[in-house]
């Protein structure tokens, strides 16, 4: 999933409400793991990677989802 849809649907989720919040525990959960996954795929991608801009984009990426995840367990867990 790219990363702005992620960046998207955790701004909605960041609106809603407790009650809102304790509905769709399963579907936060899950946008939470996909956060996971794309975080390990990026770190994997600056392992092989060779080229310097390249690296500064994944890394600026990487500090990007650490943020969202760091976020996301205070609001959520």
């Known amino acids: 999933m790219k990363m702005s849809k992620l960046v998207k ?15 769709n525990t399963v579907e936060i959960n899950r946008m939470i793991k996909e956060l996971y996954n ?11 990677c ?17 943020k969202l995840i760091k976020k996301a367990k205070k609001e959520f867990i």
Do not use: G
């Open 50 to 66: 060779e080229k310097k801009n390249d690296e500064k984009k994944l890394e600026e990426k990487r500090k990007a989802i650490k």
């Open 38 to 48: 794309k975080k390990q795929s990026i770190e994997d991608k600056l392992k092989e």
């Open 9 to 23: 649907i955790f701004k909605t989720y960041f609106s809603w409400d407790k009650k809102e919040v304790k509905e």
